[in-house]
């Protein structure tokens, strides 16, 4: 085993992984909801890449194994497949599975198939778990801010120093690059919108307020053109569903201007690039990229597999043989990997969640329900931030898209079935649950959120 090369911090920040790590797969034997929330915690965080020796030990996979136990063994769960979305994402998994093995390079397709098929796994798993509104409110939180914890720490980084360097995500993660990272976090801010909108301590709400401005500077401080149109395209969704729309475009230009004067000349110089892509090496590349993906698709009912970025194909189907890029954009990433069927099935997950969300804002409008509506109207926000950005970014496969998902359905069988009825019974994980929601304001309705934006 190597050195630390630190001996004493390391050794104690190793120590503190493992040990959190270890209780939340103890847990997740007895009680499979917390695991799944260790889970998206880990999986999404990356809490372990900042120890040494704990980033290489299985960490992710014991915690999985452990809920996978604890589901087996509970007779609480249900069916995952509770509404359209599930369903799609079943299909996907599917025909994904069936793509790998027509794969052109099948040893690494089938090494990003293995990871990919178990996210979505656990994301089937978390739809059998999670049941009420606290579980669906934590699950929010989880995941909300397993993200916007680099927004907040990328943020402070982008003003402290002036924009003049790009904000990077966890290594050996889905938003490791800049790029993704910051369409992460344009997602992340309509959720963190919908939790300011639940809670009750005027400290929290305002922290809040900060925590969305920060996520907002990250996004911009990475420098990613895609990130730019993401977060114009949720800011004016979360207006235009704003009830004091005057009011809400002051503040949102006020916000604008506050971070744009913190950007240095040559962020500038980059975003005005988008008017003259034609003249950018980056954008060509991606476009040669694009007509690479849909080439293949075209001649390939099955893509390419996970794998096609490659010297090979680029000189079999791109314009330019020798400019090779990944695709950089979520749709042209499935068409290329999953032929024209992966991409319609893909957008089928995207479109039924969008309907889920939307019945939460049509029929989840007043009293225990409320809070439902709220979320479905952020849920929506944040999908046409992911539906502009990830035009131009690839992360088709990323946790945190099927979290939002997660939601959504939830939320939605809450409402149909009637289950805040059912919670008024007192219950031993209740009594934690009352505890965990006094503190973050998630008991009753709040009073600081005015109106009601979506």
């Known amino acids: 085993m190597a050195a630390w090369p630190n001996p004493g911090p390391a050794r104690m920040r190793d120590l503190l992984v493992i040990g959190i790590m270890l209780a939340g797969a103890g847990y997740a034997l007895h009680r499979p909801w917390v695991g799944v929330l260790f889970w998206t915690w880990v999986s999404i965080m990356n809490p372990h890449r900042y120890s040494y020796e704990a980033s290489n030990l299985p960490l992710l996979a014991m ?3 452990c809920t996978l136990i604890g589901v087996l063994a509970s007779r609480d769960k249900r069916s995952p497949f509770m509404g359209s979305p599930p369903v799609w ?11 790998t093995l027509f794969a052109f390079e099948p040893e690494k397709s089938y090494n990003l198939w293995n990871k990919v098929m178990k996210i979505d796994l ?3 798993v978390t739809l059998m778990v999670l049941r009420t509104r606290f579980h669906i409110m934590l699950f929010a939180w989880v995941a909300t801010f397993s993200v916007a914890f680099y927004g907040i720490k990328g943020g402070l980084f982008t003003i402290a120093t002036g924009g003049s360097y790009r904000v990077w995500g966890p290594t050996a993660s889905y938003i490791e690059g800049n790029n993704e990272l910051a369409l992460a976090l344009v997602m992340t801010i309509p959720l963190i919108r919908f939790l300011q909108m639940r809670v009750t301590d005027r400290r929290l709400f305002h922290a809040l307020t900060a925590a969305m401005v920060l996520c907002a500077a990250s996004a911009l401080g990475s420098h990613s053109r895609g990130a730019l149109l993401a977060i114009v395209a949720m800011g004016l969704m979360l207006w235009w569903r704003g009830r004091a729309k005057l009011a809400g475009a002051f503040l949102m230009l006020l916000v604008a201007i506050g971070l744009l004067a913190f950007m240095p000349e040559n962020w500038f110089d980059r975003m005005n690039t988008i008017s003259t892509y034609e003249q950018d090496a980056s954008a060509m590349g991606r476009i040669n990229a694009w007509w690479m993906c849909y080439n293949l698709a075209k001649d390939n009912l099955f893509g390419g597999g996970f794998s096609i970025y490659t010297a090979q194909l680029f000189a079999r189907y791109a314009p330019d043989p020798l400019d090779i890029h990944a695709a950089h954009s979520v ?3 499935v068409l290329g990997e999953h032929g024209f069927v992966g991409l319609f099935i893909f957008l089928g997950i995207g479109f039924a969640t969008w309907r889920t969300a ?10 225990p329900t409320r809070w439902c509506g709220d979320l479905g109207g952020m849920i929506q926000v944040s999908m046409a931030g992911f539906a502009i950005g990830g035009a131009f970014l690839s992360l088709a496969y990323f946790d945190f898209i099927y979290d939002v998902m997660i939601m959504a359905v939830l939320a939605k069988r809450w409402v149909q079935e009637r289950l805040w009825e059912k919670e008024a019974q007192p219950s031993a994980e209740q009594s934690l649950g009352q505890r965990v929601s006094e503190l973050l304001g998630l008991n009753r309705e709040p009073s600081l959120a005015s109106g009601r934006p979506a």
Do not use: C, E, N
Request: aromatic share 16%; hydrophobic share 65%.
């Open 122 to 124: 656990m994301v089937l």
């Open 89 to 99: 994402l079943a299909v996907f998994m599917v025909w994904m599975s069936i793509t």
């Open 358 to 367: 939307g019945w939460l804002r049509k029929h989840a409008t007043d009293g």
């Open 331 to 333: 749709y042209f990433q």
């Open 63 to 65: 915690v999985a194994v």
